[in-house]
């Protein structure tokens, strides 16, 4: 089974704090995802990467950045949080060639 | 560009009845995927049904059903004998051939009492 892991359910951060969360998946696949999930909004891309180091901007990476050093990881970075990110991140990872993504449990971040 | 569209907020149902998901989807692409994801409460998405959009057959899985017709742009999903275990969001999302993004719709609150 595909096995796509966030490293926190739940995080509290302060805002303007620097805020990183952490996705890692088990399947050597070379998509991986970054969405955000908001009531009445569905899920929204934030940024994805088809390869270590390579990334694209999705429809909302403002106050977002990413870090894919290795294949495995796929980093989320909050420079300075606020109130406004406070929502549910969801990471996701796909293989070339076969089309369904595969997510994690998701992390929910309230900024306070 | 490509949008996703489920009308259905919430929907309220109780145990052992049928209920069906709506689905309407937009796209200028000829080949085109798409896909039913259950969002239990542990927040994890799983993985349902993917479609290609060559393919109209309807297809059942046990309780569940999808019903793809290209001539409405729709793709509905019905679960049939409704269970409390079915309670969940399900998204439905749409991808194009060559592009990397999912493009989902807002989700579809299903409560299902006992």
């Known amino acids: 089974d595909v096995k796509v892991t966030q490293s926190s359910r739940y995080l509290v951060k302060r805002t303007g704090e620097k805020v990183f969360l952490e996705c890692v998946q088990d399947?050597?696949?070379?998509?991986m995802f970054w969405y955000r999930q908001d009531p009445g909004l569905g899920l929204r891309l934030i940024y994805f990467?088809?390869?270590?180091?390579?990334?694209e901007k999705g429809d909302i990476p403002e106050g977002y950045s990413v870090s894919r050093e290795k294949k495995e990881r796929f980093s989320l970075i909050l420079e300075s949080a606020s109130t406004n990110q406070t929502s549910m991140y969801l990471c996701?990872?796909?293989?070339?060639?076969?089309?369904?993504?595969?997510f994690g449990q998701g992390t929910r971040l309230t900024v306070v | 560009a490509q949008k996703v569209t489920q009308a259905q907020t919430e929907i309220s149902v109780v145990e052992k009845e049928d209920v069906t998901l709506d689905c309407v989807y937009e796209?200028?692409?000829?080949?085109?995927?798409l896909f039913w994801y259950k969002q239990p409460p542990s927040g994890e998405l799983v993985f349902l049904i993917r479609r290609n959009s060559f393919d109209e057959q309807n297809e059942i899985s046990g309780r569940y059903s999808w019903n793809f017709q290209k001539s409405t742009s729709s793709f509905n999903f019905t679960i049939t004998a409704s269970q409390v275990v079915d309670s969940a969001v399900y998204f439905c999302?749409?991808?194009?051939?060559?592009?990397?993004?999912?493009?989902f719709g807002a989700g579809t609150i299903l409560r299902v009492k006992s």
């Open positions: 990467s088809y390869d270590v180091k390579m990334k």
């Open positions: 796209t200028r692409d000829t080949t085109y995927y």
């Open positions: 399947m050597d696949h070379e998509n």
């Open positions: 996701a990872s796909r293989n070339r060639g076969i089309t369904e993504a595969f």
């Open positions: 999302a749409l991808k194009s051939e060559y592009g990397n993004k999912l493009v």
